[in-house]
């Protein structure tokens, strides 16, 4: 895994925060569930109002949270179980853009 630098996190909370505004939806999927249950692979979609695109963000979350990219199904590597990871790992974003992990809502497709 590549190193991520103070400036390519930075930069990625800034648009990430343009994209995901205070209140709004975050859309994720789950790719992929190991067999053991405890590693989730988690897309994360922005959708604008209007639009008929939706964009894979998660590279920009991974930048966010420090996290890895599974780079066979694509997606956020989420580690945990026992919970709703897709919850986690929006909560984990909201409190990384905003101080408050209940900033943004998950939706999950």
């Known amino acids: 895994m590549n190193k991520i630098t103070a400036d ?3 930069d990625a909370i800034t ?3 343009v ?4 209140n709004s939806p975050v859309h994720t999927v789950v790719r992929n569930v190991s067999a053991s ?5 988690i897309s994360v979609l922005h959708h ?6 939706i ?3 998660s590279y920009l979350v991974r930048r966010a949270l420090g996290l890895q990219v599974d780079p066979k199904r694509g ?3 989420v580690q945990g179980a026992g919970m709703d990871m897709s919850f986690h790992l929006v909560y984990s974003l909201a409190q990384a853009l905003y101080g408050d992990g209940y900033a943004l809502s998950n939706r999950s497709i």
Do not use: Y
Not at 37 to 41: F, K, P, V
């Open 75 to 77: 997606g956020v590597k």
């Open 19 to 22: 994209m995901f505004p205070k």
């Open 37 to 41: 249950g405890m590693t989730r692979s």
């Open 15 to 17: 648009r990430l925060t």
């Open 55 to 57: 964009e894979d963000v």
């Open 8 to 10: 390519e996190k930075a």
């Open 48 to 53: 604008e109002d209007g639009s008929e695109i």
